[in-house]
């Protein structure tokens, strides 16, 4: 287990965050843990390239197929790319007994082969539970 600051939560230990998900020890219960699992892998999946399959295996399996050319395209975005901030702007459901739920967020980040500019991804995602 990891001592550093978890990416999605900097006052975090990533040992007490996010690892547990990406090891397969713990399950997220929330639309929004699940969702900064996924923003932490992405920004740690260039440096630690298993991360890759916890995303896929998190991602909605009706809209992503998970092939070895999705896997490699994904390691490839993230193998350039550098997140620099999370942050959450609103939830709707997602709670432990909610079948689905929303998270509306910003995700910071420059990629490393182009200009270096900041550039944000603001995206509200829709998370289905399948447990």
């Known amino acids: 287990m990891s001592e550093a600051a978890c990416p999605c939560s900097p006052e975090r230990a990533y040992a007490t965050c996010c690892e547990p998900y990406h090891a397969g020890l713990a399950f997220p219960d929330t639309a929004?843990?699940?969702?900064?699992s996924r923003y932490s892998a992405y920004?740690?999946?260039?440096?630690?390239?298993q991360l890759i399959h916890y995303l896929a295996n998190t991602h909605d399996p009706k809209t992503f197929?998970?092939?070895?050319?999705?896997?490699?395209?994904?390691?490839?975005?993230a193998e350039v790319v550098h997140f620099t901030a999370l942050e959450v702007l609103s939830t709707f459901a997602g709670q432990p007994d909610?079948?689905?739920?929303?998270?509306?967020?910003?995700?910071?980040?420059?990629?490393?082969?182009?200009?270096?500019?900041?550039?944000?991804?603001?995206?509200?995602?829709?998370?289905r539970r399948y447990r």
């Open 43 to 49: 920004a740690l999946a260039g440096k630690t390239p």
């Open 32 to 36: 929004e843990v699940l969702m900064r």
């Open 65 to 77: 197929r998970q092939g070895d050319d999705e896997l490699r395209a994904m390691q490839a975005w």
């Open 98 to 127: 909610d079948k689905v739920g929303k998270v509306t967020f910003r995700a910071h980040y420059y990629e490393y082969d182009r200009s270096q500019q900041p550039l944000v991804l603001e995206e509200t995602s829709r998370f």
